[in-house]
T-cell receptor, first 114, second 113 residues
Framework: DTGVSQDPRHKITKRGQNVTFRCDPISEHNRLYWYRQTLGQGPEFLTYFQNEAQLEKSRLLSDRFSAERPKGSFSTLEIQRTEQGDSAMYLC????????????FGPGTRLLVL | GNSVTQMEGPVTLSEEAFLTINCTYTATGYPSLFWYVQYPGEGLQLLLK?????DKGSNKGFEATYRKETTSFHLEKGSVQVSDSAVYFCALSPFGSWGKFQFGAGTQVVVTP
């Protein structure tokens, strides 16, 4: 069990650029979640997948954000036309069907938009 | 809607002191409750959980009891170490909607030698 992994760990970009983050969940975990965490705050739910289906999206997820999980394994989160307000830590988590209520988190991707 | 409120930090303690971090929640039904810990530069690690009323979660000397009558899930440790310095998050997972975790704002704990 290698845990949830995320790539990259850090990303610096200029305003207006597009960025994409990847998350690899714990193997055989069918649910995958994305959160955003700003400094001094708890994580805020963005969206989650069960297998390849995106089941719920937060109102925080504007039209510039899109997430995919094409084969029900890894997931990508893309932010188009980044803004300085997008600067945050983006966390990914996964859970299994036998323990749906418990989420295991990756190390996060820290995004800085200049 | 669902919400979690936890005590503000930072909480500064001497080594071997007793630690309590208060957490209260608002939710419909019977959520599952969690404490996560975040060490500097790292992601969230599950510390302990309780899935029904009166359950006690415990791990690494930390304990928390799910109190439905007071809608609370306070975290305690009898004797803290410097290595316990971290940010602690209380969270709930709503029953029947496991995807939407609701986190508190976090409490920073600083343990000094």
């Amino acid at each position: 069990d290698t845990g949830v992994s995320q790539d990259p760990r850090h990303k610096i970009t200029k305003r207006g650029q597009n960025v994409t983050f990847r998350c690899d969940p714990i193997s055989e975990h069918n649910r995958l979640y994305w959160y955003r965490q700003t400094l001094g705050q708890g994580p805020e739910f963005l969206t989650y997948f069960q297998n390849e289906a995106q089941l719920e999206k937060s109102r925080l997820l504007s039209d510039r954000f899109s997430a995919e999980r094409p084969k029900g394994s890894f997931s990508t989160l893309e932010i188009q036309r980044t803004e300085q307000g997008d600067s945050a830590m983006y966390l990914c988590a996964s859970s299994s069907s036998g323990e749906q209520e418990t989420q295991y988190f990756g190390p996060g991707t820290r995004l800085l938009v200049l | 809607g669902n919400s979690v409120t936890q005590m503000e930090g930072p909480v500064t303690l001497s080594e071997e002191a007793f630690l309590t971090i208060n957490c209260t929640y608002t939710a419909t039904g019977y959520p599952s409750l969690f404490w996560y810990v975040q060490y500097p530069g790292e992601g969230l690690q599950l510390l302990l959980k309780a899935t029904k009323a009166d359950d006690k979660g415990s791990n690494k000397g930390f304990e928390a009891t799910y109190r439905k009558e007071t809608t609370s899930f306070h975290l305690e440790k009898g004797s803290v170490q410097v290595s316990d310095s971290a940010v602690y998050f209380c969270a709930l997972s709503p029953f029947g909607s496991w995807g939407k975790f609701q986190f508190g704002a976090g409490t920073q704990v600083v343990v000094t030698p």
